[in-house]
């Protein structure tokens, strides 16, 4: 009988170590060159004949404009660019040569080239210090509309060129500091927004016909204002708004008799609308819980059409083709990065044009982001994605906060390679939308108006508590990451809460307010006074701002800190980490720093995210994970 009752335990304790091992299989890390060897694809434009589509890809290890067929096979090059960056913009309406635009070194002078069918190029818009925009093509197809600053570098002024002889007209001058929403069918009408605040933006309506600008958004208090596309006929304006609503919807102005009806709501953002060619369809973008989620009604009947159902993530940036036929999109989840597919709205039928995974890498040793909340200091709830790692049963990981950029951006569950890199090597994430941050309603917006580096700051640091209540993430190895305004929000954490995180890593980050206040790009012009209102003004807050510096007072800093940051970066100047690294290194506090001689605001070519990237992986092991932090 002894023998029988041992005989099973040691039976029923071999099957619990089974089924331990099988729900913890063993995890396959990754490198970064093999992460960042998942290719990055974006854009696409339907060719005349609708047989191929055109598309950017980082393929050769910076973007180039790609073609690929409808039907499904390899992508052919149409550029090589082995120095700047190129994105895809538009097959021209009757052949097949294209539009693609480029900068220098992401310096953000974008410039608008013709790409011939026999390869030879054109720069369009060849004045050297001026930035031009591609707002797309006439109804007619007889010429192309862009912005250009070329008169004044504050402005965008919209230009008309015929295709026939490529000679750009002026068509609005622009001394109103007006940015243009969209353009009618008919040509004649322009509707322009004008920030006031980031709250706060009116609209307006140029008719070209009798050369007058009319406000069509006369209000009071806090209202946003966004021209989204005209109808077909062009007797209509549809527009977003969140007047009177905590969230913005879609309306739409009838030109003739002055009134406006509501289109369409949600319990979120409608972020944009727009129509197919014909108007057969209308597609609507909802913002909603930090994901997009579309819908594209018949206009026939007004009932939105089923679309392809992927789980998994989620369809993106839908684009009809000119027959309204077919209708190119991207799917994208936490485990999927962006592939382009074709959709027959015949048959229902869609088709994978591309597999951008690295066939190395095995979705399943990736992670699913997930949304979670938590409360803040004065109780307010704060929504963050998180990323939890895989983790061995008693054991502690170390953890990050990520700080998105803006300020007023969102952190948006969606393929990313550098977070899941960071995952995959041990570290739980938690991406923060800390109060100030886009799409949780305007009264959230408007929550951290000067009082950057304070209370959203605040949120950030109450992001630690929700990661130790896991119960595995060790306490004393919580560091804080983050990119342009959440750059500045890792170098604000190691100054004014400077025994809060263990460490930092600052990508291309404010120290100096002031300085970047005075510095902004020319073409900003039309909303500097709405970040000054939100920011602080460096004529009239100068001390406001310089408290909130993190560089005047960078003796405060005694964590270590890791910065990368590009040369050409037009918007966070070099001098602003050239400077907190020399005032933290007076600390005796480790300090690494990685400048890329050839990028602007964010990193764009593949050896740079590579070298970087690991970079930083390699400061968190020796830093934080090593030593243990606190």
């Avoid at 050239?578 to 602007?600: L, Q, R, S, T, W």
Wanted: charged residues 25%.
């Amino acid at each position: 009988m002894w023998k029988k009752t041992s005989c099973l335990i040691f039976v029923a304790f071999l099957l619990f170590i089974s089924c331990q091992k099988s729900e913890t299989p063993p995890i396959q890390q990754y490198s970064i060159e093999q992460f960042m060897n998942t290719v990055s694809i974006g854009g696409s434009s339907f060719s005349p004949d609708e047989k191929t589509i055109l598309f950017s890809s980082n393929q050769t290890g910076i973007y180039n404009a790609y073609t690929l067929p409808v039907q499904g096979g390899e992508p052919t090059p149409l550029t090589n660019s082995t120095e700047d960056a190129i994105f895809a913009l538009s097959f021209f309406p009757h052949d097949n040569r294209i539009l693609y635009g480029s900068d220098k070194g992401g310096n953000e002078i974008t410039h608008i080239y013709l790409r011939n069918e026999d390869g030879t190029v054109k720069d369009l818009t060849p004045d050297e210090k001026a930035k031009a925009g591609f707002y797309g093509w006439s109804f007619d197809e007889k010429s192309l509309f862009f912005g250009s600053n070329k008169r004044d570098p504050r402005f965008m002024d919209i230009y008309e060129m015929d295709i026939e002889t490529f000679t750009p007209q002026m068509v609005y001058q622009n001394d109103e500091g007006y940015e243009l929403g969209s353009i009618s069918r008919d040509k004649r009408y322009f509707a322009f927004i004008k920030p006031i605040t980031t709250s706060n933006v009116d609209m307006y309506l140029y008719d070209r016909e009798i050369e007058e600008t009319k406000h069509l958004s006369p209000h009071e208090g806090d209202v946003n204002y966004s021209p989204q596309t005209f109808s077909t006929d062009s007797k209509s304006l549809y527009y977003t708004t969140d007047e009177d609503s905590e969230f913005t919807y879609l309306k739409r102005y009838d030109i003739e008799s002055g009134q406006s009806e509501t289109i369409e709501q949600a319990n979120w953002d409608i972020f944009y609308s727009y129509f197919s060619r014909n108007g057969k369809y209308r597609v609507v973008g909802i913002n909603e819980d930090a994901q997009t989620v579309i819908k594209v009604y018949d206009m026939a009947t007004n009932q939105p059409i089923s679309l392809p159902e992927m789980p998994g993530g989620n369809i993106t940036s839908i684009n009809i083709s000119k027959s309204e036929q077919l209708m190119a999109f991207y799917f994208n989840g936490s485990r999927s990065p962006n592939n382009l597919y074709v959709y027959n709205f015949s048959t229902s039928d869609y088709t994978k044009l591309t597999d951008t995974m690295n066939p190395e890498i095995d979705p399943e040793d990736l992670i699913e982001a997930e949304v979670v909340r938590y409360p803040s200091f004065d109780g307010l709830e704060i929504p963050a994605i998180y990323y939890k790692p895989h983790i061995k049963p008693g054991d502690k990981v170390p953890a990050l906060v990520k700080v998105h950029g803006g300020p007023g951006g969102q952190a948006r569950i969606g393929y990313n390679p550098t977070v899941q890199y960071l995952v995959n090597h041990g570290y739980a994430v938690i991406d923060v939308n800390n109060r100030g941050s886009s799409g949780y309603g305007k009264t959230f917006y408007k929550m951290d108006d000067q009082k950057h580096g304070d209370v959203d700051l605040d949120d950030c640091v109450w992001a630690k508590k929700y990661l130790i209540a896991t119960g595995y993430v060790d306490e004393n190895k919580i560091g804080i990451i983050g990119g342009s305004y959440g750059g500045y929000m890792v170098l604000a954490a190691l100054t004014f809460r400077p025994e809060e995180f263990a460490l930092g890593v600052d990508l291309f980050g404010i120290s100096n307010w002031v300085r970047t206040l005075e510095s902004i790009p020319p073409w900003w012009e039309s909303f500097k006074e709405a970040l000054y209102a939100e920011m602080g003004n460096p004529e009239t807050d100068l001390e406001k701002l310089r408290a909130k510096s993190p560089l005047f007072h960078a003796e405060n800093i005694v964590r270590p800190l890791m910065v990368l940051q590009g040369a050409n970066d037009p918007r966070v100047l070099k001098v602003e980490s050239d400077e907190i690294v020399e005032a933290v290194k007076k600390n005796g506090v480790p300090v690494e720093y990685i400048v890329f001689d050839d990028e602007g605001h964010g990193f764009v070519i593949k050896k740079n995210q590579i070298e970087g990237y690991s970079a930083v992986l390699a400061f968190l092991d020796k830093y934080l994970k090593a030593e243990g932090g606190n």
